[in-house]
């Protein structure tokens, strides 16, 4: 009995021990976040998917924490990408898709998810897409120097990219701040179309607006008609660089690898990775192993090559002996999409075509990328750290923006007041210790905004949003109508009236 007293004291002593604010035996997990591109909530087998087989990340999910009502803060890439590395909403910096040449939209005084981790002695890394643009304001980008600032200045230790995203020029890969491959006789130029084809002595690729032929990979449905690299049209336009052109089908392939090759390194320190696929945006070109698996064409197969890819990262945590002590979060950037630009066989649009050859990329709920019905944000997530998080399944409401916060809370890292200022510490709820998560949230589409209180979801007057008509006041009861199918505004004013002070509160926050 005394003995147990004893070992039970000594146990008390020791885990407030690892739990504690700056202590050299702070636990520290490695932390890694794998990030799809335009993965739906129901592209998933785990929230759904019938039709997509994806037994890896069915498995992270069976082992971990799968949460059905868990957000990225935008229905597009960048403004959640932003508020994912900063705790900040996007509208507060305006960040909106971004062009191919655009700045970096990080200030580089500003703090970050990765500087955070390093004040907790993490080593940083992101593998894969970053969309936050790179280089000065005001200049075009010297792409055959120092390609910079971008993730290294705003607290990434390493960093192998995908600058832009797939279907945006330059298409190549920078790593560190080298693009790799470049042969300095080709030099590399993007940017206006003036400025690019006024180069001289370096490759000119095709124009695709005037060139449809040489578009022999997919031809554009809408828009990607600039330079075309690869047989496809892209966003953008480039010369140069013909020797560090990246070869679409090996994309996942290369990002996996270096993903070991990080694992490996960095075995011995805590770590963060943040893997962020191009899988599944467009153009979808998975390698043709996977090609032809899934009914649904190219859209399926690329799904099934991310789940490939998560096995691998998974594997590499088991061989490297960190599974145990690695918290994996798994999410997207933004709902589903079909057609988002190319003759892929997809269905378009989305707004009135929720489903695509039976499979349906946003499950119940309503719309995807771009549109501010739940299917825009409401994205798989999941969060998987063996021994510590219990399996199951949470409705906790939660947002990628929070991530921040709470691992800044769970390490003890400071943060001063203007740091993170949207991201709360809801840490208890990622861990599963609280079926609980946030009270509200906005949901952002291009520049709608909407909010979210508990099972309420209240969408202002909005403008003509990319493939849905103008829209006014909405209310709906996700509870009983998770389709968003029956504005209840009519029933609930008093509801209606204290979201929308609540939401000017936060916008004007
Ligand atoms: C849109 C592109 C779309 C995609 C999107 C950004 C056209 C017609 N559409 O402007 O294809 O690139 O931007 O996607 O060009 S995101 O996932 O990076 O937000
Ligand atoms: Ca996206």
Redesign the pocket.
């Known amino acids: 009995m005394k003995l147990t007293i004893i070992s039970t004291l000594i146990l008390i002593a020791f885990s407030a021990c690892t739990h504690k604010a700056g202590d050299s035996d702070v636990q520290k997990p490695n932390i890694v976040i794998i990030y799809g ?2 993965v739906g909530y129901g592209d998933v087998g785990a929230y759904g998917s019938e039709l997509i087989p994806t037994p890896n990340i069915d498995k992270l999910a069976g082992g971990g924490l799968r949460f059905t009502d868990g957000h990225c803060t935008a229905s ?3 403004p959640s990408r932003f508020s994912l590395l900063t705790g900040v909403y996007g509208f507060r910096h305006n960040a909106n ?1 971004l062009p191919p040449n655009a700045p970096l939209l990080i200030p580089v005084d500003m703090m970050t998810l990765p500087k955070m981790l390093k004040k907790a002695g993490y080593e940083t890394g992101i593998i894969g897409k970053w ?1 936050l643009g790179i280089g000065e304001k005001g200049v075009f980008t010297n792409w055959n120097g120092d390609v910079k600032p971008g993730p290294i200045e705003v607290g990434f230790n390493s960093s192998f990219l995908l600058p832009s ?1 797939n ?2 020029v330059p298409t190549v890969y920078l790593d560190g701040h080298e693009v790799v491959n470049l042969d300095k006789k080709d030099s590399l130029f993007v940017g206006s179309k003036k400025y690019v084809r006024s180069q001289k002595n370096v490759t000119q690729y095709p124009d695709g607006k005037t060139n449809s032929e040489a578009m022999t990979y997919y031809q554009n449905s ?3 008609n600039n330079s075309v690299t690869n047989g496809i049209g892209r ?1 953008g336009y480039m010369a140069g660089g013909k020797s560090a052109l990246w070869n679409d089908e090996t994309m996942t392939d290369v990002f996996v690898e270096k993903t070991k090759a990080y694992i490996e390194k960095n075995k011995e320190n805590p770590f963060f990775l943040y893997y962020a696929a191009q899988d599944i ?2 153009p979808r070109t998975p390698h043709p192993r996977f090609q032809g698996i899934t009914t649904l064409g190219y859209r399926g197969d690329a799904m099934v090559q991310f789940d490939w890819a998560v096995g691998e990262i998974m594997k590499a945590l088991e061989e490297n002996g960190v599974a145990e002590n690695t918290i994996v979060i798994f999410s997207s ?2 709902g589903p999409v079909y057609d ?2 190319y003759e892929d066989g997809t269905t378009f649009p989305l707004s009135s075509q929720e489903v695509d050859r039976g499979h349906d990329g946003s499950g119940i709920y309503r719309g995807g ?1 771009y549109q501010i019905y739940e299917g825009g944000t409401r994205v798989p997530f999941i969060v998987s750290w063996p021994g510590k998080i219990k399996p199951g399944v949470s409705d906790a409401l939660v947002n990628q923006i929070d991530l921040m916060g709470s691992l800044a809370s769970y390490l003890n890292v400071p943060l001063n007041d203007n740091e993170g200022v949207d991201s709360r510490n809801t840490m208890d709820a990622f861990l599963g210790k609280r079926d609980k998560g946030l009270v509200s949230m906005v949901e952002e589409a291009g520049s709608g905004r909407a909010l979210r209180r508990g099972d309420w979801k209240y969408i202002p007057d909005l403008g003509r949003s990319y493939g849905s008509p103008k829209m006014s006041k909405q209310l709906y009861n996700l509870a009983n109508d998770p389709g968003e199918q029956n504005n209840a505004i009519e029933d609930n004013p008093e509801i209606a009236k204290s979201m929308a002070e609540e939401l000017e509160k936060i916008l004007n926050g």
């Open positions: 591109d335009d597009t890439c960048t898709v969309h995203t279907d945006r809408h828009g990607h966003i945006h467009v950037d933004n988002d630009g990328k």
